[in-house]
């Protein structure tokens, strides 16, 4: 029996986590729903005014990005803001052919008088913040505009977004990513779900209460006054973004977060890049509860909600194992509850927990609609996107378990970037990228056997009890077989 109440135990603590989680992002939808409709009254700077328009400085760190280096240079020329105003710094870090290619492009377009520099390091020490640091140096602008290399900010990007500096507690302000190949496959139709779902829901139920909005690596600007006065960019973790957000927000800096300015980007087309993203993020995010969570509980700054919110937001990546765990137990306690009657009335109360999963439902509904409109034509493919969203990212649980166990326990590893590819439609090639990750991980082996352990889960919805079967899982053990099923055999078979 011990062996028995253990799992009743971890899977019941798990539950409840999940639910939390849910009701917290029930919490972020209400906030989302006030603010939605108000008018944003910030004051600007007046850039008719030529003395209002201030110095900036483009940062574009770089590391091997041999196929969307022309793109992205290509782009951001056509910035529009006044070229004596304007200074990019080309942070390339590369160690391939790429390097002189670079170069190349950068000479074009200093051709067409733009102030333009390539910066290159002996050394990745502190990798991606630590080219952001090294670049600070000799940054002319007051103001620091950073994309990664496959973000294709408009021509207006800039005016659609420094003007909110005129405000000087404002220390950050982000925008939005939108999705150049978002129906490329399934696979960019989940990532985009899951990152709509963020850059809705999440960044704007935080910012509209003053709680803690991360900077998202990209399509953002800082004032440098408030990279200096927290600190300056880190290396220590895998998400220096977060870090140097949550290390300003404490200095009480303001972030201003405008969902209606998007920034395209190109999704990760390979399974194996998506993986290699994944796990950072998640990762990231976990050392930076461990390096945060102390001075957010000990802040006098801000306020217990806040607090509360901050938390949730740095153990987001933490739900994994809430959620692996559940996966792995479920089927146990399906066993359990059929051979244990007088713990009847415990599984009736756990029923209750399938609301986490309907406040999801609700939650991401807002932001699909939000993006493709209402109406039942709309509500169906949503219903179809969220199965498979939720299904899949099962799938990557425990890929995402281990990035976090490594997070929380200190386990450090290397910056690995994700992989760029330059394709939009099903017509560009892929194949032959150099940066494509040829060999799967050992994970995705234990991937592929949880596929077979959930496929046994359904078969024991045929076998248990006295009154022909129990299916109450069977169709989350199925999403779980397509989950694991997806992941594992993409992993394997596909490079797309």
Same mark, same amino acid.
């Given at each position: 029996m011990f062996l028995e109440y253990f799992i009743i135990i971890v899977y019941t603590v798990s539950l409840l986590l999940i639910f939390m989680y849910a009701v917290a992002q029930l919490n972020l939808l209400i906030n989302y729903l006030k603010y939605k409709n108000k008018q944003d009254n910030s004051v600007k700077f007046d850039f008719t005014n030529p003395e209002e328009?201030?110095?900036?400085?483009?940062?574009?760190? $770089?590391?091997?990005?041999? #196929? $969307? =280096?022309?793109?992205?240079?290509?782009?951001? /020329?056509? @910035?529009?803001?006044?070229?004596e105003k304007l200074e990019i710094q080309v942070l390339d870090d590369s160690t391939d052919e +790429?390097?002189? =290619?670079?170069?190349?492009?950068?000479?074009?377009?200093?051709?067409?008088?733009?102030?333009?520099?390539?910066?290159?390091?002996?050394?990745?020490?502190? !990798?991606?913040a630590g080219a952001l640091k090294e670049g600070l140096k000799t940054a002319k602008g007051e103001f620091i505009a950073i994309f990664d290399a496959d973000f294709l900010p408009k021509p207006n990007w800039l005016y659609e977004t420094v003007p909110y500096f005129k405000d000087p507690q404002i220390g950050v302000v982000q925008t939005r990513w939108s999705h150049i190949n978002r129906n490329y496959s399934t696979l960019t139709k989940i990532q985009a779900f899951m990152l709509d779902a963020h850059f809705t829901l999440e960044q704007v139920g935080r910012n509209s209460q003053g709680h803690f909005i991360n900077f998202n690596g990209t399509a953002g600007v800082w004032r440098k006054e408030c990279i200096?006065?927290?600190?300056?960019?880190?290396?220590?973790?895998?998400?220096?973004?977060?870090?140097? +957000? #949550?290390?300003?927000?404490?200095?009480? &800096?303001?972030?201003? !977060?405008?969902?209606?300015?998007?920034?395209? /980007?190109?999704?990760?087309?390979?399974?194996?890049? /998506?993986?290699?993203?994944? %796990?950072? &993020?998640?990762?990231?995010?976990?050392?930076?509860?461990?390096? =945060? /969570?102390?001075?957010?509980?000990?802040?006098?700054?801000? +306020?217990?909600?806040?607090?509360?919110?901050?938390?949730?937001?740095?153990?987001? *990546? *933490? =739900? %994994? @194992?809430? @959620? %692996?765990?559940v996966a792995i137990l479920s089927i146990p306690m399906l066993y359990i509850k059929n051979e244990y009657a007088h713990l009847k009335n415990y599984f009736y109360i756990m029923s209750f927990f399938v609301m986490s999963s309907l406040i999801f439902f609700v939650c991401y509904w807002y932001m699909y609609k939000n993006i493709f409109g209402n109406g039942i034509k709309n509500f169906l493919k949503y219903i179809f996107a969220f199965l498979t969203f939720f299904s899949v990212a099962m799938g990557f649980s425990l890929h995402n378990t281990i990035a976090v166990l490594e997070g929380h326990f200190g386990k450090k590893s290397e910056f690995v970037r994700t992989p760029k590819f330059n394709i939009i439609t099903l017509k560009d090639g892929w194949k032959n990228n150099k940066y494509i990750k040829k060999k799967p991980s050992i994970h995705v082996i234990l991937e592929g056997m949880l596929a077979l352990y959930f496929v046994f889960g359904m078969y024991s919805a045929f076998i248990v009890g006295d009154q022909g079967g129990d299916f109450g899982l069977f169709p989350f053990h199925f999403m779980l077989f397509v989950g694991f099923g997806y992941v594992f055999f993409k992993s394997v078979f596909s490079k797309a």
């Open positions: 328009v201030p110095y900036v400085t483009i940062q574009l760190p $770089v590391f091997n990005e041999l #196929y $969307v =280096m022309k793109r992205l240079l290509k782009n951001i /020329a056509k @910035i529009d803001y006044p070229k +790429s390097i002189e =290619m670079t170069s190349k492009y950068i000479k074009k377009v200093q051709e067409l008088g733009i102030d333009i520099q390539h910066i290159r390091r002996t050394n990745r020490q502190g !990798y991606k200096y006065d927290a600190g300056n960019w880190e290396g220590d973790t895998l998400t220096e973004d977060i870090d140097l +957000s #949550y290390r300003a927000q404490l200095k009480n &800096w303001k972030f201003k !977060y405008l969902e209606k300015v998007e920034t395209p /980007a190109e999704l990760p087309v390979v399974i194996s890049a /998506a993986r290699t993203q994944q %796990f950072r &993020w998640n990762k990231g995010g976990a050392e930076n509860f461990q390096k =945060m /969570a102390k001075r957010i509980l000990l802040s006098k700054n801000i +306020s217990v909600k806040t607090k509360i919110h901050g938390l949730l937001h740095l153990l987001n *990546s *933490s =739900m %994994f @194992i809430c @959620i %692996f765990l």
